[in-house]
């Protein structure tokens, strides 16, 4: 996160700059940034060079392992602190390692002050140091420790003999490590670095060292080998869990006098630097994947087993806050250490902290961006499906590819190894629907192009069907998009989908004016035109579809105001505001539904039909008849209401995003990317639909 590096918006009469052939920018010469002319994201020129391609074809082996590492990457020092987190915490205080990555120096125009301080000299290279003494200060915290515990800083070679610092703190088992690229966040023309990396045939980038850094020389980086170093950190470090910023942030069409003061990149929900880092992430993620299935088994050729989970960014600053205050304060304490004081003695001659952002200003900022954490994909848990003789399957993506678990018997919780169902590269959640004759359909949102330097940058819907019941599937099916035009297609949401009673299968996703798409199967399997559904609603991404009692198809979305409902593709009443996605149910003997969801910055769960679920929490819930609800606790973990008691999961591996829940069993993604199953003591086994 640095609000100071938006920029105003380019002057449409002034050409691009023109770079020379493997030009050379030097980071000490940046300057304050303007905003890469007509940035979309990341749209690119044509290629220049290509790299292994990703293969979605099925059958590849899957490199499995129940050793759980976390590896997030961010474009600045605290991106992780205002986005990442609480996801972050939660997998920290399970003991789960970190390595965090960050792309820039964070130098901006090396000013580190606050309003009433005395004014000091600009210095990239100190105040790039204070911020990466503010992260190991707020990570101490984060690991339990005081926050001047002394860290060991190291030197990495990198792919391409490039070298990063590296910082390490260890405590009780539990292990941190910081990796800083420290690349320039600024070019000489004045042009944001990262996106004019990503756009650029002919650039080069120089490192801005960090005061007190063991890293005594600049380095020198192209768009292929920003891809390859973060590729090999994940080849290195062979992450379970990877978390990224958002690729492809909502349109945000703003004056720019709010542009300025929301600190976007022209025309979109966040900074010009976040898309670019997570362009470079998912190509690099597409690109690790693809080497590894490009090898001969017997060489080691498998897909890496894991997940992703991206978060959006200012987004945050535009639809209602969804932490509670007790989540919120845990977050934003964490954010103190980081921000840190000129007054403290921390022992770093350049700096204590990023002390614009100290002590309450993340609370008193008017931007909000501390009070939520959202996902770019949200969605629910593992799809699951019972076979007849009572064994479960469960469907979701690993290594950005559909996998299936099979339960190895009927109630044991067992799974065996990951069968890979191909279709990559996938966004990180699947929608799911079963036909009458017990055959899954599978959704998912690909990444039909992230080239990158030129290439096309494409989302798609993508269905995969069953062959026969519990069997084998059919070739992966493209269902293309609502959108037109690969920009507007790239803020396609997650699919979700759903069979109405006489047998037709309804998908939806948002679309890029924040509204709902649908494209509907018949029942000879046939599928209509995409459609945009009627009315002048704006939702966030995270819908839910569900067959009221009448057999009525219903979709749900929490929105800016409201939470909207579309019957039968009819605009309905909405429903109290909701900060996060709703769960809901058919109300028996009458054909309404009950909606539960949590209001703005609130942890209790509601009813709109005015009864109290009592149960209190974050982040989006599952709920089953009964009812049975399913979710978060304040602390992260995972609870179930069920008859009246409230259990809590507290052994097993930590989990990661959401869970689903038929009739009393919960199933979930362990951060060691493999499923666990949950069935408290005392509910009652309830056979799936």
């Not at 670095?193 to 005061?211: G, I, K, M, S, V």
């Not at 004759?437 to 290439?455: K, V, W």
């Not at 609130?602 to 929490?617: I, M, N, Q, V, W």
Request: with cysteine; charged share 25%.
């Amino acid at each position: 996160m640095d609000a100071r590096d938006a920029g105003p918006a380019p002057d449409p009469d002034l050409p691009r700059p023109r770079l020379r052939r493997r030009s050379v920018v030097a980071a000490a010469l940046g300057g304050a940034a303007l905003a890469t002319p007509a940035l979309a994201g990341c749209s690119v020129p044509a290629p220049r060079r290509t790299g292994p391609t990703a293969d979605p074809a099925p059958g590849m082996p899957i490199a499995a392992s129940r050793r759980a590492q976390l590896l997030q990457i961010a474009a600045h020092p605290d991106d992780d602190l205002y986005f990442m987190n609480p996801d972050t915490q939660r997998l920290l205080d399970a003991g789960v390692p970190l390595v965090s990555v960050y792309v820039t120096a964070g130098e901006h125009t090396g000013r580190n002050r606050i309003a009433g301080m005395p004014s000091r000299p600009d210095d990239k290279a100190a105040y790039s140091s204070a911020r990466h003494q503010g992260l190991r200060q707020a990570y101490a915290t984060l690991l339990g420790l005081d926050r001047f515990a002394p860290w060991r800083k190291d030197v990495v070679t990198l792919r391409g003999g490039r070298r990063a610092e590296i910082d390490t703190l260890t405590h009780r088992g539990r292990r941190v490590e910081l990796v800083f690229l420290n690349l320039p966040m600024h070019t000489p023309r004045r042009y944001m670095a990262l996106p004019a990396l990503w756009h650029d045939r002919a650039l080069e980038l120089r490192t801005q060292l960090a005061a007190d850094s063991p890293v005594d020389r600049s380095e020198s980086y192209d768009h292929e080998g920003l891809t390859d170093v973060l590729v090999g950190l994940l080849e290195r470090y062979r992450p379970t869990i990877v978390q990224t910023l958002d690729p492809d942030p909502d349109i945000q069409h703003s004056d720019e006098a709010t542009r300025r003061r929301d600190s976007e990149q022209p025309g979109y929900s966040d900074h010009g630097d976040h898309t670019a880092t997570a362009c470079f992430s998912w190509a690099a993620l597409i690109r690790w994947v693809a080497e590894g299935t490009g090898r001969p088994a017997a060489d080691g050729g498998a897909v890496p087993a894991f997940a992703v989970t991206a978060f959006r960014g200012y987004y945050n600053r535009h639809w209602p806050k969804n932490l509670p205050p007790q989540v919120l304060k845990e977050k934003a304490g964490h954010l103190v250490p980081y921000g840190g004081d000129p007054g403290w003695d921390c022992g770093n001659p350049s700096g204590c902290g990023d002390y614009g952002v100290g002590g309450d200003r993340p609370l008193t900022n008017k931007k909000g961006w501390v009070r939520s954490t959202h996902h770019r994909y949200p969605g629910p848990g593992p799809a699951v499906a019972e076979r007849p003789d009572g064994r479960l399957d469960a469907y979701g993506v690993l290594g950005l590819r559909a996998v299936r678990w099979r339960e190895t018997g009927r109630g044991s919780g067992q799974w065996g190894a990951p069968e890979d169902l191909g279709g990559g590269p996938l966004a990180p959640v699947l929608g799911s629907t079963a036909l009458s004759d017990g055959r899954m359909l599978l959704f998912g949102l690909r990444f039909a192009a992230l080239g990158g330097h030129g290439g096309p940058n494409r989302r798609e819907v993508v269905l995969l069907e069953q062959r026969s019941p519990g069997g084998p599937f059919l070739a992966w099916r493209g269902l293309g998009g609502p959108e037109r035009g690969d920009d507007r297609g790239r803020r396609t949401g997650v699919p979700v989908a759903v069979t109405a009673p006489d047998g037709r299968v309804h998908v939806f996703v948002r679309n890029a004016d924040r509204g709902v798409s649908t494209r509907v199967r018949d029942t000879g399997g046939g599928w209509g035109p995409w459609r945009a559904l009627p009315g002048d609603a704006e939702v966030q991404d995270g819908l839910t579809a569900v067959v009221d009692a009448a057999g009525r198809v219903r979709v749900l979305a929490a929105g800016g105001t409201a939470v909207h409902q579309w019957i039968d593709g009819v605009p309905g009443d909405p429903s109290p505001l909701a900060a996060d996605p709703v769960a809901a149910l058919p109300v028996p003997g009458t054909d309404g539904i009950e909606v539960f969801h949590r209001g703005p910055a609130a942890g209790r769960l509601l009813s709109t039909a005015g009864t109290d679920p009592d149960f209190e929490g974050y982040g989006a819930v599952a709920v089953a008849p009964g009812p049975t609800f399913l979710g978060r606790d304040l602390r992260g973990r995972m609870q179930l209401r069920h008859g009246g008691r409230l259990h809590v999961r507290t052994q097993g591996v930590a989990p990661v995003g959401n869970a689903t829940l038929r009739g009393t069993t919960a199933v979930g993604l362990g951060a060691d990317a493999h499923p666990w199953l949950w069935r408290p003591a005392g509910t009652t086994e309830a056979r799936l639909p």
